[in-house]
């Protein structure tokens, strides 16, 4: 070997063949490290789409500077409601970061998201562990709002017989939007339950109709009722 290395340094006489097999060598090299650049950068590339995907997903695709910053600093919590909280058929809708009142002596910081099936704040790995709660739009019965220091906003959301409240809410369009879709999936949650209930009143009604039914037909079997007589309050059950 280091007979080798002295040929190679003109040492000693190298011999066509040895060259060549030396160029060979230090092209495979070359060839290798640019191999592994090439896949570092791709790699590089897939990450920086993947982070692009989910800052839109949150943020929208016109996501301003203060997003992006926004993203970077609530990642890790993004990525922890993707992989274990979110539902395989639910949609994020939009997401806000937020500072979360749960109690006058507990603050905890972390993003307040919207989905297709629910509102959920959700935190993880920003200085409070890991918390998870989620609202229902359907007992959601109202938001108001209220100023927060300087180009900030409060959120009140009135959730059953409670009041939850979010803060250190950024007064931008992002939040606008935000305001506009949980109010929207608010009024829609009502609609439905709205529908449910009048169909569960017709039906209700409908069982009571057969049930009448049933027992005029028992009394005119029985003889207690003639025929015209069955048919008269027949007519009247059909009627109401």
Do not use: W
């Amino acid at each position: 070997m280091l007979s080798f290395f002295k040929k190679l340094l003109g040492q000693e006489y190298v011999s066509p063949e040895e060259k060549e097999q030396a160029l060979l060598i230090k092209e495979e090299k070359r060839q290798q490290r640019e191999a592994e650049y090439q896949i570092a950068q791709q790699q590089k590339t897939e990450k920086q789409d993947a982070d692009m995907q989910l800052m839109e997903k949150y943020f929208g695709k016109s996501a301003g500077f203060f997003n992006r910053v926004g993203f970077s600093l609530y990642k890790s919590t993004i990525i922890h409601f993707e992989k274990y909280i979110k539902s395989p058929d639910e949609e994020v809708l939009i997401a806000i970061p937020t500072e979360y009142d749960k109690t006058k002596k507990r603050e905890i910081n972390g993003m307040l998201i919207a989905t297709s099936h629910r509102l959920i704040f959700v935190t993880s790995g920003i200085g409070h562990g890991e918390f998870t709660e989620a609202f229902d739009y359907r007992k959601m019965n109202g938001i108001s709002l209220a100023p927060d220091g300087f180009a900030q906003k409060e959120l009140l959301i009135d959730y059953g017989l409670t009041r939850k409240i979010f803060d250190d809410i950024a007064n931008d369009d992002q939040f606008k939007q935000f305001l506009n879709v949980v109010r929207s999936k608010m009024n829609e949650s009502k609609q439905v339950t709205g529908i449910s209930k009048a169909k569960n009143k017709a039906a209700t009604r409908s069982d009571d109709k057969y049930e009448m039914l049933a027992q005029i037909a028992k009394l005119r079997d029985q003889g207690v009722l003639t025929e015209e007589e069955f048919e008269i309050e027949k007519q009247k059950i059909l009627n109401s």
